[in-house]
């Protein structure tokens, strides 16, 4: 799995995560906050965007990415993939290809929300993934109680597989425990996704 992955649509950019972006990370993060209860943002100052970067390039499984909203040529947040190697020898992509992936450490500054942003950003993920990588699963979770996460996962097309209760740590500044509402899109599943994707981000056009 690359490190050096980029992927770029008409709108949206998705480059690998640095320091160097740590200065349209605190813009972005700084807009509105009320919709980060229950997501993982980073504190809304320069300490804060850099324990976020550093935290997310220290996970040896994670790919962490800044998202350029590129209509407007500015960052408006981040995403990432977090990698599964299964010791199983069956794997079909490229050789450095995970078997399956998560995608989220996704948080969205309020201006980008309820944009082709997030529609554009999703669909070159799960195609790169699912075509290039060929993985088994791509899995999607958020906090149980994000009505309006979990709302925004099912208009993608991806299943509800379940929730875990107690799961992990809430990620929100609500602080606590969490359970966790789990979701997931297979290879077969993928074209019908892809098809309601480009639908969506046409219509955003």
């Keep these: 799995m690359s490190h050096a992955l980029v992927l770029e649509g008409h709108h949206v950019r998705l480059e690998p ?3 160097l972006h740590a200065e349209g990370l605190l813009a972005a993060v700084s807009e509105d906050q009320s919709t980060y209860v229950w997501t993982r943002a980073p504190a809304p100052d320069a300490a804060g965007v850099v324990a976020f970067i550093d935290e997310a390039l220290a996970e040896p499984a994670r790919l962490a990415f800044a998202t350029l909203w590129t209509d407007e040529g500015r960052i408006v947040g981040s995403t990432s993939f977090f990698a599964e190697q299964w010791p199983w020898g069956g794997h079909t992509g490229p050789s450095d290809a995970p078997d399956a ?9 309020a201006s980008a929300q309820r944009t082709a942003v997030n529609t554009e950003a999703k669909l070159l993920m799960l195609s790169h ?7 088994q699963r791509v899995s999607l979770k958020t906090d149980a109680r994000n009505e309006r996460s979990r709302a925004a996962i099912e208009r ?13 740590p809430a990620l ?29 981000l046409r219509q955003a056009n």
């Design 17 to 19: 995560l640095t320091m």
């Design 101 to 109: 992936v998560e995608i989220g450490g996704t948080w969205l500054a």
């Design 129 to 135: 993934a699912f075509d290039v990588w060929q993985v």
């Design 156 to 168: 993608l097309g991806a299943r509800f597989d379940g929730i875990l209760r107690r799961h992990m």
């Design 172 to 200: 929100g500044p609500a602080g606590g425990t969490r359970d966790s509402a789990f979701f997931s899109i297979l290879p077969d599943e993928w074209p019908d996704v892809r098809a309601r994707l480009e639908t969506r």
